[in-house]
């Protein structure tokens, strides 16, 4: 059994470019959300998705959108990339009271 | 507000006990999770406490009491693996799953 997937696993932009993150979750999973983590902090949540729609969103700007489709995966877009959006993206999944983080994508904005 | 505090770092000798603490502040707090994380990777699940008292899974112990804010993770017979940093989240639910709110994170240092 697969576990949460993220694709790329590493990204290099440059400022006011947008960028796509993708996810897929655990088998079974129907809810994606997504974090953002900066270099020695915890991770911060920006949004949740689920049943293809936005259900919760963290103090994060408009530049941040989301999508999630009927499979269940899920796309993170940002755009108009500021330096500061430089940091580790993690998606979860959860069913239940775990959450399952996959591996990241590392994004430097430049 | 909402705020989660745990120590910035913590050494321990191998084979040994070690405590980190964690209080916390959330509106629609709905559970405390434990989450270890290598450098480099992605937090991995440890534990989950949604009412007062200990749950025991092997090495690791976690510890809740709502009333006070508090949670406590415990780690017993101390490995040179166990050195991560360790973060605590709060559930922040309100009707749905998956919103945590986390904690900086504790960074373990194990010592032979």
């Known amino acids: 059994d697969a576990g949460v997937t993220q694709s790329p696993t590493h990204l290099i932009k440059t400022r006011g470019q947008q960028v796509t993150l993708r996810c897929s979750p655990k088998?079974?999973?129907?809810?994606v959300s997504w974090y953002q983590q900066a270099l020695g902090q915890g991770p911060q949540f920006i949004f949740q998705?689920?049943?293809?729609?936005?259900?919760q969103r963290g103090n994060f700007p408009d530049r941040f959108s989301g999508h999630q489709f009927p499979n269940y995966s899920s796309e993170l877009n940002v755009n108009a990339l500021l330096l500061g959006d430089s940091a580790l993206y993690l998606c979860a999944s959860s069913y239940g009271n775990e959450q399952f983080f996959g591996p990241g994508t590392r994004l430097t904005v430049l | 507000g909402q705020n989660i505090d745990q120590p910035t770092e913590m050494t321990a000798t191998e084979g040994a006990i070690v405590q980190i603490n964690c209080t916390y502040q959330?509106?629609?707090?709905?559970?405390l999770f434990w989450y270890q994380q290598h450098a480099g990777e992605a937090p991995t699940f440890l534990s989950y406490?949604?009412?007062?008292g200990l749950e025991e899974k092997g090495r690791f112990s976690s510890f809740l009491s709502r009333s006070k804010g508090y949670s406590y993770l415990l780690l017993k017979e101390l490995q040179m693996k166990d050195s991560a940093s360790y973060l605590c989240?709060?559930?922040?639910?309100?009707?749905?799953?998956?919103?945590?709110?986390f904690g900086k994170g504790t960074k373990l240092s194990v010592k032979p």
């Open positions: 406490n949604v009412l007062d």
């Open positions: 088998s079974g999973h129907d809810t």
């Open positions: 989240a709060a559930g922040n639910y309100g009707g749905s799953q998956g919103n945590l709110i």
């Open positions: 998705y689920y049943e293809e729609e936005e259900r």
């Open positions: 959330t509106s629609g707090f709905n559970g």
